[in-house]
């Protein structure tokens, strides 16, 4: 790839980002329970004009710094309530961090590396994924990887370390501890393991903690003066618990990750192989850094017991830099691209095989059987894909094949744009809207013993849960127990004259004895009390 030929992948580069990370990105509703909650408690800072104290359902709600919730709901205030507004500044920060991914490649490579790093960055599902949903994790990726980036500037004595030490600052107000203890295991084992430990000194210890103190404790410091116990809280409860206990939920087996990491770097899981060992046989400094970025985060989060596949997003950027390496430098016709569109020739079977329904699914994947016009679509996109991955292979065309990976993944992601809320996905933003269309104002919303976290996103109000436990320790006044109603006070209400939307799960229906059906998706039912013409 000459410096030319750079200068025309580049603006193709953009096209393709902007593709993966804007289109259609309001276009489908929030996803339960993780984005639906940030979402929700962003919106409610937005509304309220708090943005101080985090609030869910409008009860104080502190599992997670405030940044993420202050980007979003500045997504709201600029982009509009809606579910565009809410992940806007998601697509904002995967360009952050491709562009500095480029960067950071550029520097330790050069820029033909820096384009095909991006392209393969863009193009992991892992990635696609994080970037359209509303969490912490790509915030705190985007965090990460600037870091490392001003870590390599700083070995590179290019650049001052207070640089980093404001960046970590930042990254705490976004997932607590985890980016400066994550960045800063990867520093000191890089500096071991080079032969620098020594520079450790030059990092400007003294300014550099008074920089992250700065930015990194005024809202800690101002909530846990506001909010009496929350110092423990945040020590025992949200730290100590997951490190120990796996107290949060989501215990997995140590192995967790290995499992899932190809899933996550598809479709370029079979070339990470070669990729990683080229790279620890051609073991230079900038190798070395980049092997120690990927592994740090599996290595961590696999020893704690609560793990969720978007822990190890910061493991993907170095990946993604070290597979361009590696394809840089590659041969024409591998037998590698070979297995590959094998692979992809036997998915392309499968699709077929479940639009014709001759494949049996597991028994959690069964409601996927009924989308036999998607699965043909697939296995037709899929079939065409492979025609031309060996078309390339035959003409010794790398960059091609390279190229129509990429639109392998585009062709796979096209259903959820476009049909995310007809996919049988965890989205209930139908019900929400139903309700918010048919309730008046003195109505009641309620959900008996069960928590869709964007429901009051949808319904534009305050919603009562029954049976449903919620942290009320930090609450200063008692209004929001007429907010948290048990199943005895619910049901009393119930009979009252006053109208009830209730969201509730089809195991628990049988609860009810007399009830109107409003409407229904998967598990859920809405309900009332009292006919609609009422």
Same mark, same amino acid.
């Given at each position: 790839?000459?410096?030319?030929? &750079?200068?025309?992948? @580049?603006?193709?580069?953009?096209?393709?980002?902007?593709?993966?990370?804007?289109?259609?990105?309001?276009?489908?509703?929030? =996803?339960?329970?993780?984005?639906?909650?940030?979402?929700?408690?962003?919106?409610?800072?937005?509304?309220?004009?708090?943005?101080?104290?985090?609030?869910?359902?409008?009860?104080?709600?502190?599992?997670?710094?405030?940044? $993420?919730?202050? +980007?979003?709901?500045?997504?709201?205030?600029?982009?509009?309530?809606?579910?565009?507004?809410?992940?806007?500044?998601?697509?904002?920060?995967?360009?952050?961090?491709?562009?500095? $991914?480029?960067?950071?490649?550029?520097?330790?490579?050069?820029?033909?590396?820096?384009?095909?790093?991006?392209?393969?960055?863009?193009?992991?599902?892992?990635?696609?994924?994080?970037?359209?949903?509303?969490?912490?994790?790509?915030?705190?990726?985007?965090?990460?990887?600037?870091?490392? #980036?001003?870590?390599?500037?700083?070995?590179?004595?290019? +650049?001052?370390?207070?640089?980093?030490?404001?960046?970590?600052?930042?990254?705490?107000? @976004?997932?607590?501890?985890?980016?400066? =203890?994550?960045?800063?295991? &990867?520093?000191?084992?890089?500096?071991?393991?080079?032969?620098?430990?020594?520079?450790?000194?030059?990092?400007?210890?003294?300014?550099?903690?008074?920089?992250?103190?700065?930015?990194?404790?005024?809202?800690?410091?101002?909530?846990?003066?506001?909010?009496?116990?929350?110092?423990? #809280?945040?020590?025992?409860?949200?730290?100590?618990?997951?490190?120990?206990?796996?107290?949060?939920?989501?215990?997995?087996?140590?192995?967790?990750?290995?499992?899932?990491?190809?899933?996550?770097?598809?479709?370029? $899981?079979?070339?990470?192989?070669?990729?990683?060992?080229?790279?620890?046989?051609?073991?230079?400094?900038?190798?070395?850094?980049?092997?120690?970025?990927?592994?740090?985060? +599996?290595?961590?989060?696999?020893?704690?017991? $609560?793990?969720?596949?978007?822990?190890?997003?910061?493991?993907?950027?170095?990946?993604? &830099?070290?597979?361009?390496?590696?394809?840089?430098?590659?041969?024409?016709?591998?037998? @590698?691209?070979? &297995?590959?569109?094998?692979?992809?020739?036997?998915?392309?079977?499968?699709?077929?095989?479940?639009?014709?329904? +001759?494949?049996?699914?597991?028994?959690?994947?069964?409601?996927?059987?009924?989308?036999?016009?998607?699965?043909?679509?697939?296995?037709?996109?899929?079939?065409?894909?492979?025609?031309?991955?060996?078309?390339?292979?035959?003409?010794?065309?790398?960059?091609?094949?390279? #190229?129509?990976?990429?639109?392998?993944?585009?062709? @796979?992601?096209?259903?959820?744009?476009?049909?995310?809320?007809?996919?049988?996905?965890?989205?209930?933003?139908?019900?929400?809207?139903?309700?918010?269309?048919?309730?008046?104002?003195?109505?009641?919303?309620?959900?008996?013993?069960?928590?869709?976290?964007?429901?009051?996103?949808?319904?534009?109000?305050?919603?009562?849960?029954?049976?449903?436990?919620?942290?009320?320790?930090?609450?200063?006044?008692?209004?929001?127990?007429?907010?948290?109603?048990?199943?005895?006070?619910?049901?009393?209400?119930?009979?009252?004259?006053?109208?009830?939307?209730?969201?509730?799960?089809?195991?628990?229906?049988?609860?009810?004895?007399?009830?109107?059906?409003?409407?229904?998706?998967?598990?859920?039912?809405?309900?009332?009390?009292?006919?609609?013409?009422?």
């Amino acid at each position: 790839m000459g410096r030319n030929i &750079i200068w025309i992948h @580049i603006p193709l580069l953009l096209i393709i980002c902007i593709y993966f990370l804007f289109f259609h990105l309001g276009s489908y509703g929030l =996803f339960e329970t993780t984005e639906a909650r940030y979402a929700e408690i962003s919106y409610e800072m937005a509304k309220t004009g708090n943005f101080i104290t985090p609030r869910l359902n409008y009860i104080k709600h502190f599992h997670k710094p405030p940044l $993420t919730y202050w +980007i979003t709901a500045m997504g709201y205030h600029i982009f509009g309530y809606n579910e565009w507004g809410a992940r806007s500044f998601l697509g904002i920060a995967g360009l952050l961090i491709l562009t500095v $991914t480029f960067l950071l490649s550029s520097s330790m490579f050069d820029k033909k590396i820096g384009v095909l790093s991006s392209l393969i960055l863009v193009s992991m599902v892992g990635f696609i994924a994080v970037t359209h949903i509303v969490s912490t994790d790509v915030y705190l990726l985007a965090s990460i990887v600037l870091s490392v #980036y001003l870590l390599w500037q700083w070995e590179k004595k290019s +650049i001052s370390p207070l640089w980093l030490w404001a960046v970590l600052g930042i990254s705490s107000l @976004i997932k607590g501890p985890v980016g400066p =203890f994550l960045v800063g295991t &990867i520093a000191i084992a890089y500096l071991i393991l080079s032969g620098q430990i020594k520079r450790i000194k030059e990092f400007q210890i003294k300014k550099g903690i008074l920089i992250f103190s700065l930015i990194a404790f005024p809202w800690y410091i101002i909530v846990c003066l506001k909010n009496r116990g929350l110092f423990s #809280y945040f020590l025992y409860v949200q730290l100590l618990s997951r490190l120990r206990s796996g107290g949060m939920g989501h215990p997995h087996p140590w192995y967790y990750y290995l499992c899932i990491l190809p899933g996550l770097i598809f479709p370029w $899981t079979i070339y990470s192989i070669p990729a990683l060992g080229s790279s620890i046989f051609h073991l230079k400094k900038e190798n070395l850094l980049l092997i120690l970025w990927m592994i740090i985060p +599996i290595i961590i989060f696999s020893l704690m017991r $609560t793990k969720l596949p978007f822990y190890i997003m910061p493991s993907l950027p170095p990946l993604a &830099i070290l597979l361009a390496s590696w394809w840089g430098r590659r041969e024409n016709g591998l037998l @590698i691209d070979r &297995i590959m569109w094998t692979v992809i020739l036997i998915l392309a079977i499968i699709s077929f095989g479940n639009a014709a329904q +001759i494949i049996p699914l597991p028994k959690h994947l069964s409601e996927w059987r009924q989308l036999r016009s998607l699965w043909l679509i697939e296995g037709f996109i899929l079939s065409g894909l492979t025609v031309l991955g060996y078309i390339a292979l035959k003409k010794k065309k790398a960059i091609l094949n390279f #190229y129509i990976l990429i639109a392998l993944v585009a062709s @796979i992601c096209i259903p959820f744009l476009f049909f995310a809320n007809r996919l049988p996905l965890n989205i209930y933003a139908g019900l929400g809207r139903e309700i918010k269309a048919l309730a008046r104002p003195e109505d009641m919303v309620a959900q008996y013993r069960c928590y869709l976290r964007s429901l009051p996103f949808y319904v534009g109000r305050r919603v009562v849960l029954v049976g449903v436990s919620r942290e009320t320790q930090f609450e200063d006044s008692p209004s929001y127990r007429e907010f948290l109603l048990s199943v005895e006070e619910f049901f009393e209400q119930w009979k009252e004259d006053r109208r009830i939307f209730c969201v509730v799960n089809r195991d628990s229906l049988s609860e009810f004895k007399d009830y109107f059906l409003v409407a229904e998706k998967r598990k859920y039912v809405v309900i009332t009390n009292r006919p609609l013409s009422n």
